[in-house]
Each structure stands twice: as structure tokens, then as C-alpha cells.
């Protein structure tokens, strides 16, 4: 079993920066890939970015590449979401999930097997 605890989230006004980050216990080490998913008040939770464990391969979701960067860091068994120029429409509950697996689908929540209880982000205009 892999454990998902994330912290970082807040408030923050309109144009300014956040750092989410997610630390793995457990059988950490079987993570292949780690995600950033988000879910707003009435809307269905959607994929942010995945970064792969072994060569930190990337992908984002349209509404935040430009602005978002996901990191990860090996040793600390930590993945990191930076959110930059944050709009409102950024506010969400952002959830880390992380996956066995690199033959799934990044962006699809359904491919991967473990999450996080999720931190709330704020943004204000």
C-alpha cells in the first residue's frame, strides 16, 4: 500500500503563486507515475498534470500548461505541483494520486491506485 498525504494549499489572491506538494509512505517505491487532479464545487474532478518517476516525463492539462510546473523529488518520495498566475477558476480541492503503472492513461483518474485526502486551493479576484 502506498499512503498519500498532501499540504500547501490555501488562499491566495488573483495573479499570485501556490506550491502544493505530496509525500508517499509505504511501498512508495512502486510508484511509476504521480499525478494532480482538482475538483470544484459542482464539477467533475479533472486532470492537472502527471510526471512519470523514472525520467520525470510530463504532460499537463490545456487550462494550465504555461502556468502550472509538476515536479518530483525521488529521495523524498514527494511530488510537487507549482501553480503560477492562478485565476479564479483555478480555486479546486487538488488531489496527488499516484499509479503502479506507466501504461495507463496519465490524464485518467481511473488508472490510478492510490489518492490523497486532497487540500483546498483559494484563489480571490
Known amino acids: 500500500q502506498v499512503q498519500l498525504v498532501e499540504s500547501g494549499g490555501g488562499l491566495v489572491q488573483a495573479g499570485g503563486s501556490l506550491r502544493v506538494s505530496c509525500a508517499a509512505s509505504?511501498?512508495?517505491?512502486?510508484?511509476?507515475?504521480w499525478g494532480w487532479f482538482r475538483q470544484a464545487p459542482g464539477k467533475e474532478r479533472e486532470f492537472v498534470a502527471a510526471?512519470?518517476?523514472?525520467?520525470?516525463?510530463?504532460e499537463y492539462a490545456a487550462s494550465v500548461k504555461g502556468r502550472f510546473t509538476i515536479s518530483r523529488d525521488n529521495a523524498k518520495n514527494t511530488a510537487y505541483l507549482q501553480m503560477n498566475s492562478l485565476k479564479p477558476e483555478d480555486t479546486a480541492v487538488y488531489y496527488c494520486?499516484?499509479?503502479?503503472?506507466?501504461?495507463?492513461?496519465?490524464?485518467?483518474?481511473?488508472?490510478?491506485?492510490?489518492w490523497g485526502q486532497g487540500t483546498q486551493v483559494t484563489v480571490s479576484s
Open positions: 494520486a499516484a499509479t503502479r503503472s506507466v501504461l495507463g492513461d496519465k490524464s485518467a483518474a481511473r488508472d490510478y491506485d492510490y
Open positions: 509505504g511501498r512508495s517505491l512502486s510508484v511509476s507515475v
Open positions: 510526471i512519470t518517476w523514472r525520467g520525470g516525463s510530463t
